[in-house]
């Protein structure tokens, strides 16, 4: 079965295609990844050291600490740690 479109249809089709291709593209619309945030176990293991060891090199990299001063636990941001380990 054959079917005959006009020029003003093909153009039509065309236009909302392309529209839809933009709109599935748009950077700005697509949720933004979360980052994994590990413990200090898992991050000593990757990088290959001691617990104790990065406890006190921790401000060399990406980290969050959650709790109060003295009991809070320290989180690292996993993909930073792989990217150091890497180099």
Known sequence: MEIILS???MDIIAIRT???VV????VEDRPKPRKKYIG????AGI???SEYHL???KDQFPHIKRGDNQQGRI???ED???ANFIK
């Open 75 to 77: 989180y690292f941001d």
């Open 7 to 9: 020029e003003k249809q």
């Open 47 to 49: 990088l290959g050291i």
């Open 40 to 43: 200090i176990k898992e991050a």
């Open 18 to 20: 392309a529209n839809r």
């Open 23 to 26: 709109n599935l593209l748009r």
């Open 80 to 82: 930073a740690l792989l």
């Open 55 to 57: 406890r006190r090199i």
